[in-house]
Nanobody, 124 residues
Framework: QVQLVESGGGLVQAGSSLGLSCVAS????????MGWFRRAPGKEREFIGG????????YYADSVKGRFTISRDNTKNTLYLQMNSLKPEDTAVYYC?????????????????WGQGTQVTVSS
């Protein structure tokens, strides 16, 4: 069983940048695709983007494409989310996730391990 712990959330102003990290333990993650989701107040959990097991391929939701970048360092068992040009509508709890069975998952059902989430609040 893998444990995922996110960090790096906080309160920032619109237009600024913020980086999140997700450290995995209990399993080497280099064999698995990973991704990020978020849940804004009153909304369903939304897929933000994903990354292949070796980091050679990334893919994003249209809502964040061009502003957010996902990367990973398998030597550190860590997933990253760099968020630039933040907007108030990016305010949400951000979750990292791991898929032990899918190569390019984009839905919640495609992931089977989740972190507890970290709050990101963007003020206008």
């Amino acid at each position: 069983q893998v444990q995922l712990v996110e960090s790096g959330g906080g309160l920032v102003q619109a237009g600024s940048s913020l980086g999140l990290s997700c450290v995995a333990s209990g399993r080497t993650v280099s064999s698995y695709a990973m991704g990020w989701f978020r849940r804004a107040p009153g909304k369903e959990r939304e897929f933000i983007g994903g990354i292949s097991r070796l980091g050679s391929s990334t893919y994003y939701a249209d809502s964040v494409k061009g502003r957010f970048t996902i990367s990973r360092d398998n030597t550190k068992n860590t997933l990253y989310l760099q968020m630039n040009s933040l907007k108030p509508e990016d305010t949400a709890v951000y979750y990292c996730a791991l898929s032990s069975f899918a190569t390019r998952p984009t839905t919640m059902g495609g992931f089977d391990s989740w972190g507890q989430g970290t709050q990101v609040t963007v003020s206008s």
